[in-house]
């Protein structure tokens, strides 16, 4: 099975900062990689598919790069309202879909 | 613009069977273009996908959980919908249906309905 890997856990930052998000695959998984945005008491949200393509709708501050085993979502620009866990997801052709364990994202 | 629904019971007994429905508004289940999935959420942690399912009844599921899982498409009525056997606490969780692309990313969700399992 495909194991992800996400970093950190958790992180606080300020308002405006630039936040990194690592996820890392046990494998080879191309660019099958989704991130998604979860708030407290509400469904998940997709942000990014495909690694790097930014879902309809999405603020441009939102982005994600990388291929194979590691994978980067940023936020340019911290705000408010991006206080939220937030998921990587991978899936492969058998088919097998995985979600990350979240980074949790606070404000400083 | 695509709405999700789940609805089932909210507590079921340990050893028994868990339903759910999720009612489907605003886009064709037939449609053809997309896949119907269920993924759930203990309290606290993080999301894990159960398995998901074609119009046409081609059914994917989780290996872990494969043996316990039924997956069912009622086109008629627009739904789908989500059989657990032989529950115990730990599957205790918010349950979620989603649709995903062949490319599998979850671009519209339900709300989640929790599930407890308790006597």
């Known amino acids: 099975d495909i194991q992800m890997t996400q970093s950190p856990s958790s992180l606080s930052a300020s308002v405006g900062d630039r936040v990194t998000i690592t996820c890392q695959a046990s494998?080879?998984?191309?660019?099958?990689l989704n991130w998604y945005q979860q708030k407290p008491g509400k469904a998940p949200k997709l942000l990014i598919y495909?690694?790097?393509n930014l879902e309809t709708g999405v603020p441009s501050r939102f982005s994600g790069s990388g291929s194979g085993t590691d994978f980067t979502f940023t936020i340019s620009s911290l705000q408010p309202e991006d206080i939220a866990t937030y998921y990587c997801?991978?899936?492969?052709?058998?088919?097998?879909?995985?979600f990350g364990p979240g980074t949790k994202v606070d404000i400083k | 613009q695509v709405q999700l629904q789940e609805s089932g019971p909210g507590l079921v007994k340990p050893s028994q069977t868990l339903s759910l429905t999720c009612t489907v508004s605003g886009g064709s289940i037939s449609s053809g273009d997309y896949y119907w999935s269920w993924i759930r959420q203990p309290p606290g942690k993080g999301l894990e996908w159960i398995g998901y399912?074609?119009?046409?009844?081609?059914?994917y599921y989780n290996p872990s959980l494969k043996s316990r899982v039924t997956i069912s498409v009622d086109t008629s009525k627009n739904q789908f919908s989500l059989k657990l056997s032989s529950v115990t606490a730990a599957d205790t969780a918010v349950y979620y249906c989603a649709r995903n692309t062949a490319m599998v990313f979850f671009d519209y969700w339900g709300q989640g309905t929790l599930v407890t399992v308790s006597s």
């Open positions: 495909d690694a790097s």
């Open positions: 399912i074609y119009y046409s009844g081609s059914t």
């Open positions: 997801q991978q899936y492969d052709n058998l088919p097998r879909v995985t």
């Open positions: 494998q080879d998984i191309s660019n099958y």
